[in-house]
């Protein structure tokens, strides 16, 4: 059972120094042993006219450390939930039974769906119940995901278990004859980081930063398995990787620092694959990436620190995701060859010009125990927020018309990195302080990175759904700033 804990009840306090302190133990490989990388199941739906896809929320037990439990939560099992796959035109059911001792919700992130159907903080399920939300795929072939979404909450169910992936085909992915053979050459890759008690169970808000850094933890997980790898069985593989972590932003690069083949990212594919040394991935953002392999090599998918590999950037903030570590290593199996050479054009990607923005709408990044430059504190109400307010579940923030094409300018006056997820849309990066998004940002997305200081402007239709009287949200996807206040509401009307 998952204990309750209110964000807003955490007496937030710390100084710079006992923050400094409170970045948690290095990420460190325990040991050398490593253990075959776990493959989420696959769901398809029943074969009719309208998909029902059943989805189980229960506690359970998992197995992460030798000799030790793990009291955890699952979707159809212990931990973390089975791989949705739908295709574009899709009806769908989602039948989700809660057997859990509390509430929760269960958010499908980078869908666009009606708000009532979006499984934000108001579609509350109680023990006992269930929600079977019913939409249209309306989108382009992707990888997006659902979590628990609670109010508040959101940060220790996300921790517990509560996610899984989302997969979506449609007709002009299929023409490229990329690889989809799930779990032999597309594999889901879901990356977090945990920290646990000496008993097993996993360790939160233990520790002052673990709110306002936002929650590291030093194991690192892919798909619930500590150390993974994976023998590939094609010379070609896909790999679709979400960080699915609550705070931590990883640097993606291999250990022989080869080149990365990105070919998507939140809300589907590129227009052209984008080859690069270092991919940053903060939470909840996606990205997916070509691997050939050849014969008896091996590859370590890697995390460096942010600044490094030519990117130009600054880091994170507050020192924080300053470490190198391995995610997985790739071992060559037997491989089949790949049936055709990496497209040079994959789709045509929907743009909007700023000139068709209705308006623009402006978001400031607040967190009230710091601001740039100095640490204040302690803090009035300990709260985070966005534009000086923090959530209210009761307040309606932003009104956007329906069919308007609007930008929405994110600044981020605190020190740390924050990434922004608005619901509802898939949008276009336009800027980041007026220069242009790193190139594999350049497709749908649903979640940015906003950087220290730093200023991003996203442009996006908001299209299909009206409906005043249930919002959608937008938010810092560190899940501890979200649970803290830093969250709005919108309508669309
Ligand atoms: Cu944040």
């Not at 009606?114 to 079977?132: K, L, M, Y």
């Not at 990105?262 to 996606?286: A, F, K, N, Q």
């Not at 959530?391 to 069919?403: A, Q, S, T, W």
């Amino acid at each position: 059972m998952c204990t309750m804990i209110s964000r807003r009840n955490f007496v937030l306090a710390a100084s710079g120094a006992a923050l400094a302190a409170a970045v948690p133990r290095r990420v460190g490989a325990a040991g050398t042993k490593t253990n075959a990388l776990k493959i989420p199941q696959l769901i398809k739906g029943s074969p009719a006219a309208n998909k029902v896809y059943q989805l189980g929320i229960a506690d359970g037990t998992s197995k992460f450390l030798p000799g030790l439990s793990t009291p955890t939560c699952g979707i159809n099992g212990a931990y973390l939930g089975p791989t949705v796959r739908a295709r574009a035109g899709d009806r769908v059911t989602m039948r989700v039974k809660n057997d859990l001792t509390e509430p929760t919700t269960l958010h499908w992130h980078g869908l666009h769906v009606p708000a009532r159907h979006d499984g934000g903080p108001h579609q509350v399920i109680n023990p006992d119940q269930i929600w079977d939300p019913s939409f249209e795929i309306r989108q382009n072939a992707s990888l997006c995901w659902y979590h628990a979404h609670l109010n508040e909450q959101t940060g220790e169910q996300v921790l517990r278990g509560l996610a899984g992936l989302f997969l979506i085909d449609d007709d002009a992915s299929d023409a490229l004859h990329l690889p989809t053979d799930y779990g032999v050459d597309d594999i889901p890759l879901i990356i977090q980081d945990r920290r646990f008690n000496a008993d097993g169970s996993f360790e939160y808000l233990s520790n002052v930063g673990d709110i306002e850094l936002g929650y590291r933890g030093d194991v690192i997980l892919v798909n619930g398995t500590v150390a993974p790898h994976l023998e590939l069985q094609r010379q070609r593989t896909r790999l679709r990787l979400l960080n699915g972590s609550n705070a931590r932003i990883y640097s993606l690069g291999r250990a022989d620092d080869a080149e990365l083949v990105v070919i998507g990212t939140d809300g589907g594919l590129l227009e052209r694959p984008v080859r690069t040394r270092r991919v940053r991935l903060g939470p909840g953002e996606r990205i997916e990436l070509l691997l050939d392999m050849e014969p008896a090599r091996t590859v370590k998918l890697m995390s460096y620190p942010a600044s490094s590999g030519g990117m130009g950037m600054m880091g994170h903030g507050m020192g924080v995701d300053n470490e190198t570590f391995q995610i997985i290593e790739f071992r060559a199996g037997r491989l089949e060859p790949a049936a055709v050479s990496i497209p040079d054009r994959l789709i045509q990607v929907p743009q909007w010009n700023p000139v068709q923005a209705a308006r623009t709408r402006t978001f400031t990044l607040d967190m009230t125990t710091m601001s740039m430059g100095a640490m204040v504190g302690p803090a009035m109400d300990g709260s985070m927020g966005i534009n000086g307010r923090s959530m209210d579940m009761d307040r309606i923030d932003e009104r956007v018309p329906l069919g308007s094409i609007e930008i929405w300018k994110i600044a981020n006056m605190t020190p740390l990195t924050h990434p922004f997820h608005i619901h509802d849309v898939q949008f276009r990066v336009l800027d980041r302080d007026g220069g242009p998004p790193q190139p594999y940002e350049q497709g749908l997305k649903d979640t940015v990175l906003v950087d220290p200081g730093s200023t991003v402007r996203v442009i996006a239709e908001f299209a299909d759904f009206a409906d005043p009287d249930h919002p959608y949200m937008y938010h810092c996807h560190i899940l501890e700033h979200e649970d803290a206040g830093m969250m709005g509401q919108f309508v669309v009307v």
